[in-house]
């Protein structure tokens, strides 16, 4: 067994680290390792098979550095990949051992929010087509409508620091009036990708009053800290050092450059070749 047993954190690219930074504050005291998979980054728009087997991948080397707990804070991971490898995989690999996604404490929790039942969300196409959202709210709020708008170029935008600028007006505006004319009542939209929190000034600045963004980062550290009450057998096997790790797929140079932006703090990657 592992000295170092980390909760690992896993995404495609940077945007994880938006869900990272609001764990360590509910969740200091415990170690972390956090993979972002840059070099074969966006999943959004990958195929439901290609996003499985590079998650899988990834999860596999998570295990190999001795996480027993694995978060993908990727809603395209989530969406296209969980359920597989928790149904499929995790029996062969390590059965003792749990991944979790970002969609679920998402969705049970959304229908706190909405006065209407009409909600929107906002995602990649990847995240859109698979339906994932619409499927788990029905399970936990059968009467709400949900309303979905893919914003394909929201990502680069980010990752390319253009997010605040001028020029990022026209997309923003465009995927808001989209959202909005498909349902009237619309009082909630959920930022479902972990890179739009860095627009929820801009996203704020063009909706008419009334309506709650969520972000997800918030809302996935409050389910793992209940998640670690419930479950003694797992929370008893993460270490506690206050480590954090980071490794990139891409150049740990490029990504340390970006990863500011996200994390809210400087910080030093290690490049991992998978």
């Not at 394909?152 to 989209?178: Q, R």
């Not at 206050?242 to 996200?262: C, K, L, P, Q, V």
Request: proline share 5%; with cysteine.
């Amino acid at each position: 067994m592992a000295t170092s047993q980390p909760i690992g954190i896993f995404d495609s690219g940077y945007g994880g680290l938006t869900v990272m930074k609001e764990i360590l504050r509910k969740l200091p005291q415990y170690d972390y390792v956090y993979l972002g998979d840059n070099a074969r980054a966006p999943y959004g728009n990958r195929s439901f098979e290609t996003v499985y087997r590079y998650t899988l991948q990834c999860v596999e080397w998570f295990f190999e550095q001795g996480c027993p707990l694995v978060i993908l804070a990727c809603n395209t991971a989530s969406a296209k990949a969980l359920r597989t490898i928790q149904q499929n995989d995790l029996q062969k690999l390590n059965p003792n051992n749990r991944v979790l996604g970002v969609i679920r404490p998402t969705t049970e929790k959304i229908g706190e929010f909405t006065k209407t039942n009409k909600i929107g969300i906002l995602a990649t196409s990847g995240t859109v087509q698979s339906g994932s959202y619409t499927i788990e709210i029905e399970k936990f709020y059968p009467r709400i409508h949900v309303s979905q708008e893919a914003c394909p170029i929201w990502v680069p935008l980010i990752e390319n620091n253009e997010h605040n600028s001028p020029g990022a007006d026209y997309f923003v505006k465009k995927h808001l009036n989209n959202i909005l004319g498909k349902e009237q009542g619309i009082d909630v939209l959920l930022l479902a990708c972990t890179h739009y929190p860095l627009l929820l000034n801009k996203i704020q600045q063009f909706l008419p009053a009334g309506i709650t963004v969520l972000s997800q980062g918030e809302i996935v550290a409050d389910s793992l800290v209940n998640y670690l009450q419930r479950h003694p057998e797992i929370e008893q096997r993460c270490s506690r050092n206050g480590e954090r790790t980071f490794y990139t797929t891409d150049s740990a140079e490029d990504f340390d450059n970006h990863a500011s932006i996200f994390f809210g703090q400087p910080l030093q990657s290690k490049h991992l070749a998978l």
